[in-house]
C-alpha cells in the first residue's frame, strides 16, 4: 500500500500553487516544432551578455572544480562601492527570490501575519503560504498599491510587508512621498520588503525613489535588487539584499553556503563595470515600451503605463485563447490569469524587431 505523502507534507505546501514561469523557447520548439520563436514573456534582456561579462565567466571557467567564495567578497566590494553601503549591509542569493524567500523563513512563523497587494509578484506570498503565514492581499487600487490600505491592514501580528516598485506584473510604480509617507507611518519592528528588480530602467523618472538613500532613516527596510533584468544575466541567478546590518546578520545565518555559483559572482563584478552596457539596455528598453504602447493602441488596446520592461495589457476577452493563438505564431507572451487578472497579457520588451513580430501576430490572432 502506498503512502500518502501529502498528509507528511506541512500544511502550507498541502495548498500551495508552483510559481509558473514563462513558457522556454525549446518547450515550445518541441510542442509545435516551431523556429525562429520570439519570446517575449519572462522580462529579459535582449541585448545578449555583457562582453565584460562573458569575458569575465570564460576566466571563471579555470576554476570551476572549486567551490565559489561563499561570502561573495569581490561583488560585494563592489555593490558597496557602487551604492555607497558597507560589506556588512549586503546578503548575496541565488536571484533576489532566494533573498525573499531567506527574509520569509527568517521572521514568519506559522500564524504570523504578511502584507501585500494583489497583482504583486507571486512569488513573495508563494514564499510566505509555504512557511504558514497568515496573508493579507489589499486589493490594488488602478493595478497598483494602495498604501493607506496597506498600513490599515497591519496589525500586531504584522512581521513583513511587501512592495513591488515598478510592480510586477502591472508596470505600475510608487513615487518617493509617497513611500516615505508610508513607511513613517508603521511600527518600527514591521520589516517592509521593497523589491526593486527594475530600478535600473525606472530610476531616471522624476519623482521615483531611491530606496537604498532612505536605509539610515529606515532600519526596518530591506532592498532586493536583481542581475537578472538589466544586466542580462537571468540564468545565471544573482540578487541581492541591502539592508541594516542587523538584518543581513540574520539572513546570512539562514542563507545556503554557495548560494551564488562562482560563474553569477565574476559575471556580477565584471558587468557593474560595463556603463555602456547598461545605458544601452536601458535606452532600448525606452525605445521598445514606447514602441510597443504605439502599436498597442493602434489595435485599440491599452496599456498600463510601466516604468518596467514590459506592458500589461488588457485584450478586452479571455487571454488564455490569445495567449495560445501567439504561441502558434512562434511568439511567447505571459498570460497572468494567475496574478487575478484574467483578460490581460504581460509583454516584455525586446528588440525593435522582436516587437514588431508580436505587434504583428497579435494583430492577426485578434482579427
Known amino acids: 500500500m502506498s503512502a500518502n505523502f501529502s498528509k507528511r507534507a506541512v500544511s502550507g505546501v498541502r495548498n500551495l500553487h508552483p510559481y509558473q514561469p514563462g513558457k522556454p523557447i525549446s518547450e515550445l520548439e518541441r510542442e509545435l516544432g516551431l523556429s525562429h520563436i520570439v519570446k517575449l514573456a519572462s522580462n529579459e534582456n535582449p541585448l545578449g551578455i555583457s562582453a565584460r561579462a562573458k569575458a569575465a565567466i570564460e576566466k571563471a571557467l579555470k576554476e570551476v572544480t572549486f567551490y565559489p567564495d561563499a561570502n561573495g567578497f569581490y561583488l560585494k566590494q563592489a555593490l558597496a562601492n557602487l551604492l555607497h553601503v558597507a560589506m556588512e549591509q549586503i546578503t548575496l542569493g541565488n536571484g533576489s527570490n532566494d533573498v525573499l524567500d531567506m527574509l520569509v523563513r527568517t521572521f514568519v512563523e506559522p500564524g504570523d501575519q504578511v502584507v501585500c497587494a494583489e497583482h504583486c509578484f507571486i512569488a513573495f506570498p508563494i514564499s510566505a503560504q509555504a512557511q504558514g503565514a497568515d496573508i493579507t492581499t489589499v486589493p490594488a487600487k488602478d493595478f497598483g498599491h494602495d498604501l493607506p490600505a496597506m498600513q490599515a491592514a497591519v496589525n500586531e501580528h504584522t512581521k513583513l510587508v511587501y512592495l513591488v516598485n515598478p510592480n510586477n506584473p502591472t508596470g505600475t510604480w510608487l513615487r518617493e512621498r509617497e513611500l516615505k ?97 547598461l545605458d544601452n539596455a536601458v535606452e532600448v528598453n525606452r525605445a521598445g515600451l514606447m514602441q510597443l504602447a504605439d502599436g498597442l493602441q493602434k489595435l485599440g488596446l491599452s496599456p498600463i503605463p510601466s516604468l518596467g520592461n514590459f506592458l500589461c495589457v488588457d485584450l478586452q476577452r479571455p487571454a488564455r485563447p490569445i495567449y495560445e493563438a501567439l504561441l502558434k505564431e512562434g511568439v511567447i507572451v505571459r498570460p497572468i490569469g494567475n496574478y487575478g487578472l484574467p483578460n490581460h497579457v504581460r509583454i516584455s520588451v525586446g528588440l525593435s524587431e522582436h516587437n514588431t513580430r508580436c505587434l504583428e501576430a497579435l494583430a492577426k490572432v485578434l482579427a
Do not use: H, W
Open 181 to 277: 509617507t508610508f513607511l513613517q507611518s508603521l511600527p518600527s519592528e514591521v520589516i517592509v520588503v521593497y523589491d526593486e528588480a527594475y530600478f535600473e530602467y525606472a530610476c531616471g523618472t522624476p519623482e521615483y525613489p531611491n530606496a537604498i538613500k532612505l536605509l539610515s532613516e529606515f532600519p526596518n527596510l530591506v532592498v532586493l535588487r536583481t542581475f537578472s533584468k538589466a544586466y542580462g544575466l537571468a540564468a545565471l541567478r544573482l540578487g541581492f539584499a541591502v539592508s541594516n546590518a542587523d538584518i543581513a546578520d540574520l539572513l546570512n545565518r539562514v542563507r545556503q553556503p554557495f548560494n551564488c555559483n562562482s560563474l553569477a559572482l565574476a559575471a556580477g563584478v565584471a558587468v557593474l563595470e560595463d556603463k555602456e552596457y
